[in-house]
Each structure stands twice: as C-alpha cells, then as structure tokens.
C-alpha cells in the first residue's frame, strides 16, 4: 500500500491510496496495445499501409489522418470501412496467482465518410472514425484482500468530422478538419469487495462501479500535401491537444463494511485524459509504374495528454455517506516519436499488394500500468489486398498483427504485489469497401 491516502472531505474516513490509483487507472482507456491511445491508422489503407498515411491520402478517411488529401478524391467518393480485432494473448499476472487473459478477446468497429466537390479546387467531406480503446475485463481476479473480484474498464473514443480540401496548385493541396470527439466509460473495480480496517485505514478498501461517465469535446486538424515532382508527395499534418474530461454518471461506492451498503454518489468528473498534440512529417516515392513506397514520422505529445488522474464524486444518496469522494494518482508518460513504412505493389492492372509496418516505443513509465491500463504494444505489421476495377468500386482488405509484447513493472500504489507482469499480442482483420462518381 502507499503511504499517502485518498481524502473524504467532510468526512472522517482516509480511503487507502491503493483504492484512489484502480480509480484512476480505470478512466483512462485501456487499449490492447496500438499507438499508445490511438489506433495505428483510420480506414483499411491507412492501416494496412502502416499508417504511412500523410502523403498517401486521397479518400474520407483524409478527415482523419491529412485533410489536404481530400483534394485528391477528385470526385465524389463514400466509403465504408470497418475492423474486427481477436486478443491472442493480453493478459495480466501479479503475486495474488493471477495469470489471466481478457475475457473480451473480441473488438468490433467500424466507420465511414463521404466527400464530394463543392467548388471550383474545392472539396467538402464528412465521416466519422473510432478513434481507439477497446477496454479490457477480468472478470474473476483474485485481490489482495481475500476475495475474488471484476476488474473491468471499457472506454471509446470516437470522432465525428467534417473538413474541407482545397487544390490550390497542381503542386499543393491544402486541408482542415473540425471534429466531436467523444468519450465514453464504465468500470468496474472489485465492485463485490468491501473491507474497513478501523486499527489501519490504509488497509481499507471499497469497490466501486462507474456508469455512463461521458465527454464531446471539440477537435482540430490541418495538412498539407507538396508535389515537388511527378513521383514526390511531401506531406505535413498538424493537430492540438483534445484534453478529455469525462463526467455524469454516477459512482457507487460499495460501503458495506460501515453498514452502509451500495452508496451512488450522482455528479462524478475524472480528469487527466487528454488525445495528444501531432507533428507528422510525410513522403510518399513512386519508384516505379508498380511500386509506391511511404513514410510516416509523427511526434505525439503523451506526456501532457497522459497527466495526473484526479477523480472527485459528490451527491450521495446515503446521508450517512461521505458527501465527497476526491482522488489523484500521478502517471508518467513520455512524448514518443512514431515512424511508420508502407508499400504499395501493383501485381497487375487494378490489384495491388499493400504492406506496412509501425512502430511507436510504448509511452508510460512502467510506475503507470495497470492490468486496465497498459498499452505496451510497440511493434505492427500490416498485409493486404486492394481491388479497383474500371466499375468505379473498390475494395482494400487485410490483416494487422500486433506483435507479442511483455512488460514486468511494479505500480507501488496497486494491490498487485512487485513482479506484475502485462501481456498483448492480436490480430485485426480490416476491409474497405469505396464507390467513386
């Protein structure tokens, strides 16, 4: 346990700092492993290109990753694209004889857009996009005070966006895309789990469960897009910082060990959740009629979108309860470079092979995982197909595979005891389905 403890004002109780950090490791959404919160790409060519995406894009997943590209649909253009994600091994084991795998080894999303000419050079497009966390559930833990128990965190972020494109020259293409992003989470930490020490309070503990806490925020993107030479796209994406917020809905505290039962506290608001501040870099190289080869290079601020976790619940519906409930746990991050390769190979006329791979070091200190909140994947590697008849439909399809990672850390201000260890290695399949006019 930590030596410092979670404050009850107006009350006389001091939470333990253990039960303040599984609060604020559940806010924070707890990907299987991509680029840090993010997915590695938006759409299946993105993806299966590696995310090497910033001179590449020229459809409505541009919304998302360049919005200058959405110049280059030339026509009206809808596509659909969805992914379906299967956990290998993500897993969790700590000094309690855990060694488990998420129960919910299945992630589905999904998302889609449509842009059309608006003027003259000028182009309108609208989609929306699963930004990442596709939560984590263990559903039968064995704690650090006799019991067993749900440890459960399952958030998203997605965004509605609408940009603009403009052809400025027929060397350079320029973009912006405004965005909704939303955030949503439940939890569930040790929810049945209920222990008063009265001779050490820091020995205490009371589940807790979160439901509907929520966010929309706004969001910002612009791009660019350079053709130096017929063979060239030199490519440059910027975006802000979308800092997180969530709130409403309502935390219940599982006071049973005072007498008190199930108390649901009706305001909550969690703190420290941001999506981060990109600088992306960009080139895209047609070597030859066959072979188009992309790179990505992205600096991602996590240290400040990854901040200090602070939850406070207030409005009880027990009098006897303590009116508020306040908590703050320190996490560390540091600002990551992500690089990303594709290649694009025409086997013949409308086929072409697609591969890629990315890799961004994982963000947090080891002092700031979790079982719920451990992304630790570092290394992907894409392949797939893309079909474009002459009908003008089209058809990108492949397969993303995080490779196995495996972390031992030590989160002093978690019941795990000091050799936890976190595991993820998955498999995604990803399709596109596009129509041009």
Known sequence: MARDALEVAGGRLRFPACAAALWACALAPPCWGSNGLNMIGFGAESVLMGGADAALARDTTALNTNPAGLAGSRGSRLDLFTGLARAL????????GNDLPVSNRWALIAGGGHTRPLAAGWFIGAGFFVQGGAGARFERLNTAFGTQDELTALTGIAKAALGLGWQASEQLSLGVSLSAVYAGSQQRVFPQTSLFDPTDVRRSFFGTRLDGASTLQPGLRWGLQWRPHADWVLAAVAAPRVPLPLSGGTLTVNY???????????SVRLDGLSLPREYTLGAAWQASPQTLISVKVSRLAWARALADQTLEARAPDVAAAPPVVRSTQRVQANDRTLVAWGLRQMLSPGVAVLAGFNRMRRPLFDASLSPLFAPIGENHLTFGLNLRPETGA?????????????????????????????RTHYVALHAMWSWRW
């Open 394 to 422: 089209e058809l990108t399809a492949g397969v993303e595979v995080l490779l196995p990672r495996q972390v031992r850390y030590n989160n002093p201000d978690l019941p795990f005891g000091r050799d936890t260890q976190a």
């Open 256 to 266: 049973g060990a005072l007498g008190l039962g199930a108390v649901r506290y009706r």
């Open 89 to 96: 091994d993500v897993g969790h084991a700590d000094a309690f």
